[in-house]
């Protein structure tokens, strides 16, 4: 997970910003410098992951996500993610975790 002291730094930084690189009318910001400051991320971890529901982008923590389809195989499923505010890409990893009766087979 990044770092929130400098989570709070890019926000600031990418958000005063504007279109010229310029924040708040007089200091300019060098957009090679918010690139690098995004691209210093740390990793979410797994559990961390698990318990946001895959809600969040493990990067940026950004809810920003695009997800892919589904695909399930042998009881393991894959689900391709992009983040739209970082880039960054993943997959979500779903296993089988039991079965609910729908209805029992009818007595021969
Ligand atoms: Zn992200």
Redesign the pocket.
């Known amino acids: 997970m990044i770092d929130p002291q400098l989570q709070a730094l890019i926000r600031d930084v990418s958000d005063s910003a504007d279109d010229t690189g310029r924040r708040d009318g007089h200091t300019v910001v060098d957009k090679e410098v918010i690139a690098a400051l995004k691209a210093y991320t740390v990793q979410a971890s797994q559990s961390d992951f698990v318990k946001s529901s895959g809600s969040e982008?493990p990067?940026?923590q950004?809810v920003s996500v695009y997800r892919g389809h589904l695909g399930l195989a042998l009881g393991v499923g894959k689900r391709a993610c992009i983040?739209n505010?970082?880039e960054?890409t993943w997959n979500e990893v779903y296993g089988l975790s039991g079965y609910t009766v729908l209805a029992s087979p009818s007595p021969r």
Do not use: L, Q, R, T
């Open positions: 982008c990067f940026c950004s983040c505010d970082c960054g």
